[in-house]
């Protein structure tokens, strides 16, 4: 018998052991989110959103990162493995996924493409500052997937987005700065670093969540 794997199991049931606390798994699920949104979400006061995020990160199934947009501000995330398929967060379907970012060049392109290929959804992407062309590294990566991205060109958001989209923007920048917001991916921008690996770690990072966002989809696709 591992005792430090049951004791890890048992810190996990602990801590969903509680509704506030099940609350934000189900949120983290599909959307990272900052304590204040948490907060908001909850409609409970800051100390006991703190209280609840300290139980949850000590058992391991969360993790906490800086914003690119502002750093004084952080956002939560999932750990996935942590749960082993206990996830089962309350979703309608959308008739369509919008992402976004700041210049709908990389993440958001690879997003939509990666979402697209994998659910019947419709899925598109847009950018508050959009660039004149996807990043060639974009392209790139995309191809090494099975992904074309040959012929995606950047849009703006008010040229895209329609009232009854979701919309899970892909960009620290974006989801801070857009109201329209519904769901947020806090992935680390690759076109700082502008390397091979950057756009691989990001293309990584957004299968995983768009892997989690399936099953999501479908369950409300049957459930509707």
Do not use: K
């Amino acid at each position: 018998m591992n005792v430090e794997s049951l004791e890890a199991r048992a810190r996990v049931h602990a801590a969903l052991g509680e509704p506030a606390r099940l609350a934000i798994v189900d949120r983290l699920a599909i959307s990272d989110a900052s304590p204040g949104e948490l907060g908001q979400l909850l409609g409970q006061p800051t100390n006991l959103v703190a209280h609840h995020l300290r139980v949850l990160e000590a058992a391991g199934l969360t993790a906490r990162s800086r914003s690119e947009g502002d750093r004084r501000r952080s956002y939560l995330r999932l750990v996935p493995e942590a749960l082993s398929g206990l996830l089962r967060p309350a979703f309608s379907v959308p008739p369509r996924v919008v992402f976004v970012c700041t210049h709908n060049s990389a993440r958001s392109q690879l997003a939509a493409a990666l979402l697209g290929s994998r659910t019947s959804v419709p899925t598109a992407s847009a950018g508050t500052e959009p660039a004149d062309a996807v990043h060639s590294r974009a392209v790139a990566v995309a191809r090494r997937h099975g992904l074309d991205l040959s012929r995606a060109r950047p849009a703006r958001v008010d040229e895209v987005v329609e009232a009854a989209d979701l919309v899970i923007s892909v960009c620290d920048n974006a989801h801070e700065h857009l109201p329209i917001s519904r769901l947020h991916w806090s992935v680390p921008d690759p076109a700082r670093h502008d390397t091979d690996e950057a756009f691989e770690r990001a293309y990584d990072d957004i299968a995983g969540r768009v892997d989690r966002l399936v099953p999501v989809l479908e369950g409300a696709t049957r459930d509707r």
